[in-house]
């Protein structure tokens, strides 16, 4: 079985600089992802919470969330963020490191999250079947999956720019002084697999003037609207609501724009 932790697992540093990357930081889901989990009532289950740049919110909010991420590092950090917060927030989280394709929590949920698109490191349609029916099996009967993609651009998956940098973003700085800039590279597209393997490249400038270039690379599965429907209905969801972005503007009001999936738990 191929590895899902989209580097996340082999790459240190990626988990020490994550939540300062601009795109991250300011990534306009959170508000969503916390107003669902209350809407719910939990418990919430959070797929690839990573640092906890959703999970730390959702709890602060009230809402008791596991966390499940294949990344000791990833997970590294949350835990030493959620060390920072009240004894009552501390409560609400429990973090667990696991495979999405393959776990077994003994517990149920009212509400499972995928933020920022985890399921897209799932590279096979049986990882994703895989993931989706142990997700199922977590929820309670009528629970609710929000399933969190990116729409393909046609435009960006024909563009004449393989193996070019591209997409610088603004720099940050860290707290120990170091500048960070960071741009991307397709190395390759599968067009039959629908895969991408991608580059994120961060050049860091040191306080002593030292240069470093490191790279996160991985793989990334991409899927249309369609097909996905295909997968949750095989996997017993119904689609309840497909929204264009977190605002929960309908698919179709700008392109690409997201595909954030609400579907229910049927057949029980």
């Known amino acids: 079985m191929q590895s899902a932790s989209g580097g996340y697992q082999s790459d240190p540093f990626v988990a020490q600089l994550y939540d300062q990357v601009v795109p991250y930081r300011d990534r306009p889901d959170v508000d969503f992802f916390v107003e669902t989990a209350l809407d719910s009532g939990g418990p919430v289950l959070e797929l690839g919470c990573g640092t906890g740049r ?80 142990c997700i199922r099996n977590h929820l309670v009967p009528g629970g609710f999956l929000i399933l969190d993609l990116f729409n393909p651009s046609l435009t960006s998956l024909t563009q004449d720019n393989l193996g070019e940098e591209v997409g610088m973003e603004p720099p940050f700085t860290t707290p120990e002084g170091v500048t960070v800039r960071r741009c991307n590279k397709t190395v390759s597209r599968d067009f039959h697999n629908q895969i991408n393997q991608v580059e994120l490249i961060y050049y860091l400038t040191h306080p002593d003037g030292r240069k470093e270039r490191l790279v996160h690379a991985f793989p990334m599965r991409y899927l249309f609207r369609y097909e996905v429907e295909h997968l949750l209905a095989r996997c017993g969801f119904e689609v309840m609501e497909l929204y264009s972005d977190y605002q929960k503007n309908p698919f179709g009001s700008s392109y690409p724009g997201e595909l954030v999936f609400l579907a229910k738990k049927v057949g029980e």
């Open 54 to 133: 959703v999970l730390l919110p959702t709890a602060q909010a009230g809402v008791t969330i596991t966390g499940l991420d294949l990344s000791e590092y990833m997970l590294d950090v949350c835990r030493q963020a959620l060390s920072s917060e009240p004894p009552e927030v501390q409560d609400r989280v429990t973090l667990v490191e696991g495979d999405m394709r393959d776990f077994d929590l003994g517990a149920t949920f009212s509400l499972a999250t995928t933020p920022f698109r985890p399921f897209q490191h799932l590279l096979s349609v049986e990882d994703q079947l895989s993931c989706l029916n």
